[in-house]
């Protein structure tokens, strides 16, 4: 016989959590009933150890209760059954006998988590309850992180040895001539970033203010990187770790990403600064990567020392985890993904020179100002329209649609091919793209 109750659960989660008690004494279920009603579980009993396995058989059960001396089947034994089929589940054991050798045998079989004694303590046993809830939520947590951590790492492995054959391959062909090689060698490079472009553009596809985020950081973290005058190989890690800044974040809830962070609360807060760990974890089985780990797992690092995960300050924080911090809250600030408004750019800018010193670099700080400071220079490009391409020109930035998706590469070279699914993209989606290419005089 069993009896369910379901009462309004006050945490985040949208299932509460299930409790199963087993009694053969009435009285006990009820006062178990009346106890754990107003803590937000949802209660199932059952007055048999029989009664008890075909409610599990039927139910997603967290954790059970239940009483040692019961008839036909006892608790230890009820529990070593419950270990067996459902070893996922949390057991108590609930005895009002100081019998130590069925307690032992409950603890050997059924690996029960903790054993309570009647009559019980009210405050002790919900405080028990509560500890073991927890406890294996986070241990299905941490397993499910673990699974997706795994996941993604082989899939990056796999794309990663999918590309070193494509090199291996391609570099065959062309020993013939330096020049060749060369030639290969730019296009791999090429289709890396792109590849890594394509990547960014699918994590910000799960957010509609994400759109295009990762690139205006990249970009800022490029002309950043350059003005502080990074090596080239230094440069082109930063932009591709602002790329993948976000990559750490696939497994945060929607709900999360859509506050902003200064509507965090403290759990949450704690959820999101895990983030970093997770990306660094991700790109670790790629040594072409390495240095934009690196990157990533410091970037809520604050100058002053009181950022996450390691509390690093001053210069002991890598300078492109510096560049990218500034760049990504500039844009962050604007968009509205850290305060409750979006800002605009002179406003973003006032704090983020206030920052200086504390959170964020004054180095990096004064060239983010010089790089504000200069007069905009004349355009190298020039925008036409889609029905003024022709065959050889070269795109000057990357052409993106309404909808923030990016459908070619900056640097890509128009083909007869290529124009016309242009012409028919524009022709179905009902608007055209913001095109920009290179003048024939100073086309790259």
């Known amino acids: 016989m069993t009896l369910t109750e379901q009462a309004p659960m006050t945490s985040i989660a949208n299932t509460p959590p299930t409790v199963l008690c087993v009694d053969d004494e009435p009285n006990i279920l009820s006062a178990l009933r009346r106890l754990f009603r107003p803590h937000g579980y949802r209660l199932l009993t059952a007055d048999s150890g029989a009664a008890g396995l075909a409610v599990l058989e039927s139910e997603t059960v967290d954790l059970v209760i239940s009483d040692m001396r019961m008839p036909q089947m006892d608790g230890a034994q009820f529990l070593a059954q419950v270990r067996q089929r459902w070893p996922g589940t949390v057991r108590l054991l609930l005895t009002g006998y100081a019998d130590i050798g069925a307690i032992l045998d409950a603890i050997n079989h059924g690996e029960i988590y903790r054993y309570v004694t009647k009559p019980w303590d009210e405050n002790d046993i919900v405080l028990v309850v509560r500890h073991a809830l927890e406890r294996r939520a986070l241990e299905q947590d941490k397993l499910r992180l673990e699974a997706l951590t795994a996941s993604q790492n082989a899939e990056l492995l796999l794309l990663n040895a999918s590309l070193e054959q494509k090199v291996a391959v391609r570099t065959q062909q062309l020993k013939l001539s330096h020049d060749e090689l060369q030639t290969a060698n730019d296009k791999l490079k090429a289709t890396f970033v792109t590849t890594i472009k394509v990547f960014s553009n699918l ?164 060239a983010f100002r010089s790089l504000m400071d200069q007069t905009q220079a004349p355009p190298r490009d020039m925008a036409v329209l889609s029905g003024e391409l022709e065959p050889g020109m070269v795109l000057s930035r990357d052409l993106i649609s309404r909808d923030g998706l990016m459908l070619l590469a900056g640097e890509h070279v128009l083909t007869a091919r290529v124009i016309a699914q242009l012409l028919d993209f524009e022709g179905k989606n009902g608007g055209r793209l913001a095109i920009r290419v290179y003048p024939p005089a100073v086309a790259p």
Do not use: C
């Not at 990187?225 to 990559?247: C, N, S, Y």
């Not at 809830?253 to 902003?260: F, I």
């Not at 409750?340 to 983020?352: K, M, N, P």
């Open 203 to 366: 994590i910000e596809m799960r957010g509609g203010k994400l759109a295009g985020h990762a690139r205006r950081v990249a970009e800022l973290s490029r002309k950043l990187a350059q003005t502080m005058g990074l090596e080239a190989q230094d440069a082109r890690d930063v932009f591709i770790a602002a790329l993948l800044k976000d990559i750490g974040k696939l497994s945060l809830s929607d709900d999360l990403l859509e506050l902003p962070a200064s509507a965090w609360n403290g759990e949450q807060l704690a959820t999101f600064r895990k983030h970093p760990l997770r990306a660094e974890q991700l790109l670790m089985a790629l040594d072409e990567l390495r240095p934009v780990s690196v990157i990533l797992r410091s970037q809520l690092e604050r100058f002053d020392g009181a950022g996450f995960p390691d509390a690093l300050a001053g210069l002991a924080i890598p300078l492109g985890a510096r560049i990218l911090a500034l760049a990504s809250d500039y844009d962050g600030l604007q968009i509205g993904a850290m305060v409750q408004r979006s800002l605009r750019a002179d406003e973003a800018r006032t704090l983020v020179y206030d920052s200086g010193g504390k959170r964020y670099d004054p180095a990096v700080v004064a």
